[in-house]
């Protein structure tokens, strides 16, 4: 799309750039609630007395709450809008935050992460079909500095989660107090979302078929091929947050503190990526930065377990990171402008679909961490970042 301000001289209203910044917000707290918990998972691991399996399953509870009621968030944009359907769902995702501290034992760990995954995949949907609006309405492209704006957040909640662990905080006093001020920051940037329904800032007429609930054929192979690169992008970028830290402390031997460095590179780089994300799309094109990103992707991982320092894992993390930058933003993007199929449903369907990766990968590296070596199961998402440059393709615009 044109950039507005090139192409009549106009800049965007200020109900949009309130939207913006409001959007921006719902991102950040999305991406700040659970990556303070990443660096307790090990402390968690060891009071609970799990091993890899068990950890990767009771983790995998949150995508699987996802998988089961992802595709809630479809019906739920349609009938409250996007704004509205952000704000709530994620109340419920900061509500479940401080169980995970509380868990006694496997099955409450596992089920708060249930329903953190759950509210988690319709707030995702939801913003980013708000965060799609907002960008329609600027008329270029803006939503890869959402994206790094969550990337940012990751960071700063890995950052701190990793500074109350090594300092000893209670950690049922870390996350109740960040689910407490987040609470009030989500509800303070409510008011300042887009009005009207959902086909507002939308021209070809997708937006409303109220009660239509077939899609075009075309369009379901579309969301399929988008799905299963999301699926892929999701497994990449969760291996950071899942193993990062087992890898360094039961691997390599590092500190408790430095073992949350691979997750804070992985995010700090993927913030970059997207920071230049719009504009490299723009020159070269979504198919050509999907490509690239995939062999970074593969590439970084293929590092880190190739040199065995934690210097090296920290290095090659961060690199995985840039590689899947972009992935995230210009996969839902694509799947918010799918002909014939509403934004939020789109966007909703590929989340979906995309939610198998957190599902599956740390399930799998897990069960082949205990057989072979984490070392070694890691290798699987090097290879994820390989079939991430096959499937590239399925990011060229359509009209």
């Known amino acids: 799309m044109p950039d507005i301000r090139t192409a009549t001289g106009a800049t965007p209203p200020a109900e949009a750039r309130r939207a913006r910044t409001a959007v921006s917000t719902l991102f950040f707290v999305n991406g700040f609630t659970y990556t303070n918990a990443v660096p307790w998972l090990p402390v968690i691991k060891d009071r609970l007395a799990l091993d890899n399996a068990e950890l990767g399953l009771a983790i995998a509870a949150a995508p699987t709450g996802a998988i089961l009621t992802g595709m809630l968030a479809g019906p739920m944009i349609h009938r409250f809008g996007s704004g509205r359907t952000a704000v709530g769902t994620s109340l419920i995702t900061l509500g479940a935050l401080p169980f995970i501290a509380l868990a006694q034992d496997w099955w409450i760990l596992a089920a708060a992460f249930l329903v953190l995954g759950s509210a988690d995949a319709w707030t995702d949907s939801a913003q980013n079909a708000h965060g799609l609006r907002v960008q329609r309405r600027y008329g270029r492209s803006i939503i890869n500095t959402f994206h790094a704006v969550w990337s940012m957040a990751a960071v700063s909640g890995g950052l701190v989660g990793a500074a109350m662990a090594g300092l000893g905080v209670p950690v049922l006093w870390h996350l109740g107090t960040v689910s407490v001020l987040l609470v009030c920051v989500n509800l303070a940037v409510g008011r300042m979302l887009l009005p009207g329904p959902e086909h507002s800032e939308r021209g070809d007429g997708a937006e409303h078929g109220g009660g239509r609930t077939r899609l075009p054929v075309p ?6 091929a988008l799905g299963v690169l999301l699926m ?6 969760d291996s950071a947050a899942s193993w990062g830290a087992v890898y360094m402390t039961g691997e390599l031997s590092a500190p408790l503190f430095l073992a949350a460095m691979p997750f804070v590179a992985c995010q700090a780089m993927m913030a970059l990526g997207r920071l230049a994300g719009d504009r490299a ?9 999907g490509r690239v990103c995939g062999l970074l992707a593969g590439g970084g991982m293929a590092l880190a377990l190739l040199l065995p320092h934690p210097t090296a894992a920290v290095v090659g993390f961060g690199v995985m990171g840039l590689g899947v930058s972009a992935l995230f933003p210009l996969t839902l993007a694509a799947a918010g402008e799918v ?9 909703t369907i590929v989340g979906w679909l995309g939610r198998a990766g957190f599902f599956a990968f740390p399930p799998l590296v897990g069960l082949l961490g205990d057989a072979f070596g984490l070392g070694a199961a890691l290798w699987v998402v090097s290879a994820g970042g390989l079939a991430v440059f096959l499937l590239a393709s399925a990011l060229r615009p359509r009209d």
């Open 219 to 224: 369009a379901v192979a579309v969301l399929v």
């Open 232 to 237: 892929l992008a999701g497994g990449i970028e």
């Open 281 to 289: 799309t723009d020159r070269f094109g979504a198919v050509a930065v």
């Open 339 to 347: 002909p014939g199929v509403r934004s939020g449903d789109g966007v």
